[in-house]
């Protein structure tokens, strides 16, 4: 079956610009992970979905970052007033189910912050 | 400070050896362990993992150890083959925890 897809694959936008990741888990999996990853880094956990329940934000370097997931599906990452640190790739990962750590990832979306 | 990390981040072997990626972790609340080859340009794909009252675990052409004595993982990949070449990261969950903690990985380069 089709495994997580993230769109879009690349963005570059300019400092201060809002931008919007959208990632699709893969069907049936209930539970969504957000990460970022820096260049030539390891991953840093950002945010955690489980359903329609209210995420796990411990992750979030900041207020200008924010998610939400529509229908305990689709989910969006948005990053307000973007900033040059902010650029790196992030990853979203989803898995069966909270408790079922095996998670899948998507091929990330590359953003870079001019 | 409490961490996963890796000892080498390049590794070196010869096509047709065993490569053997070790990681340390210093939580003894993590649970979870799991490895991942991440290509050029693409997300992290899933190789093996382990739970915490396991010591051992074989997959195909890989196996995990876990010694929580001295809190260390490794990754063995036996026979290894230039389709191996990439970055190998192992992770953490820490107990009660929703994400998964990284090491910053090992890049593992397989000679003809």
């Known amino acids: 079956g089709a495994g997580v897809s993230q769109s879009p694959s690349n963005k570059v936008t300019e400092k201060g610009k809002d931008v919007e990741l959208r990632c699709d888990p893969i069907?049936?999996?209930?539970?969504l992970y957000w990460y970022r990853q820096s260049l030539g880094q390891g991953l840093e956990f950002l945010i955690y979905?489980?359903?329609?329940?209210?995420?796990?934000k411990s992750g979030l370097p900041s207020d200008r970052f924010s998610a939400e997931r529509t229908g305990g599906s689709v989910s969006t990452l948005t990053i307000q007033r973007t900033q040059q640190e902010d650029s790196a790739v992030y990853l979203c990962?989803?898995?069966?189910?909270?408790?079922?750590?095996?998670?899948?990832f998507g091929p990330g979306t590359r953003l870079l912050v001019l | 400070g409490e961490s996963v990390g890796l000892h080498l981040p390049t590794l070196s072997v010869q096509e047709g050896d065993n490569s053997i990626i070790n990681c340390a972790y210093s939580?003894?609340?993590?649970?979870?362990f799991i490895w991942y080859k991440q290509e050029s340009g693409k997300g992290p794909q899933f190789i093996i993992d382990?739970?915490?009252?396991?010591d051992k675990r074989q997959g195909q052409r890989v196996t995990v150890l876990l010694n929580k004595t001295v809190k260390h993982l490794s990754l063995q990949i036996a026979a290894t083959q230039p389709g191996d070449s990439a970055v190998y990261f192992c992770?953490?969950?820490?107990?009660?925890?929703?994400?998964?903690?990284f090491g910053k990985g090992t890049h593992l380069i397989i000679q003809p």
């Open positions: 990962a989803s898995s069966l189910a909270r408790g079922t750590e095996t998670q899948y």
């Open positions: 069907s049936g999996h209930t539970a």
């Open positions: 979905f489980q359903g329609n329940s209210a995420p796990d």
């Open positions: 939580n003894s609340a993590s649970d979870y």
């Open positions: 382990i739970r915490s009252n396991m």
């Open positions: 992770a953490d969950r820490r107990g009660g925890a929703d994400g998964l903690t």
